[in-house]
Each structure stands twice: as structure tokens, then as C-alpha cells.
């Protein structure tokens, strides 16, 4: 199982990041899958997920409710994390996982190198 996160950056606060997470090795098109991110010093915490169905349900941590659209391409094996009006506290390290449970999100413990999101304000 292998998962790749690409598309951080540094921006400045009130703009925007378009992250992606492609995947190898995991039945994709029945997968759960969900964006996770760790900020320094900090937990590991749950940030958004989606339904394995394309256009599926989506469920989003209240601090990103409204400002992040997840979605995902079962054609390309490819999640995406659309990231807008971004705030200081949005810097971490952004990962994405197959969820074993749906609610609440539990991902399987397989994790990937995390692409890192920098907010200056």
C-alpha cells in the first residue's frame, strides 16, 4: 500500500491550495478515504472524508467546514483536498489514508511522507 500527497506549499493567509493524494496498491474505487494533518507539537487529526463513490458523502473537521472541498477521481486512483481562505492555524503536515471505519474516520495505520502546508500571516 502506498500513498503519495503532493500540492503544498507556503501562501499567505486568505489564499489557496489544491492538494492531491494518489494511490498504489489499494482497491481505490471501494475505498474510504479521508486527509489528516499534523501541525507541530500536535496530534495527528482528522480533516475531511469522502465516501468510496465519486460525488459521495463527505464529512469535514468543524475547523475546515466550509473553507475545504475533498473530492476524489476513481478513474485516476487520485483525492483531492481544495483548500481555500487558508489561516495560520491551517500550517501542518497534510496526509492522506484509507479509512477502516467511517465514523467516526479511523484511517488504517499506512501513512505517506505528508506534503507540508505553511500559512504566513
Known amino acids: 500500500v502506498k500513498v503519495i500527497e503532493s500540492g503544498g506549499g507556503v501562501v499567505q493567509a486568505g489564499n489557496s491550495l489544491r492538494l492531491s493524494c494518489s494511490t498504489v496498491?489499494?482497491?481505490?474505487?471501494?475505498?474510504?478515504m479521508g486527509w489528516f494533518r499534523q501541525a507541530p507539537g500536535k496530534a495527528r487529526q482528522f480533516v475531511a472524508a469522502?465516501?468510496?463513490?465519486?460525488?459521495?458523502?463527505?464529512k469535514y473537521a468543524d475547523s475546515v467546514k466550509g473553507r475545504f472541498t475533498i473530492s476524489r477521481d476513481n478513474d485516476k486512483n487520485t483525492m483531492y483536498l481544495q483548500m481555500n481562505s487558508l489561516q495560520s492555524e491551517d500550517t501542518a503536515v497534510y496526509y492522506c489514508?484509507?479509512?477502516?471505519?467511517?465514523?467516526?474516520?479511523?484511517?488504517?495505520?499506512?501513512w505517506g511522507p505528508g506534503t507540508q502546508v505553511t500559512v504566513s500571516s
Open positions: 496498491g489499494i482497491p481505490f474505487s471501494r475505498s474510504h
Open positions: 489514508a484509507q479509512l477502516k471505519i467511517w465514523s467516526p474516520p479511523a484511517p488504517f495505520d499506512s
Open positions: 469522502i465516501t468510496w463513490m465519486g460525488g459521495g458523502t463527505t
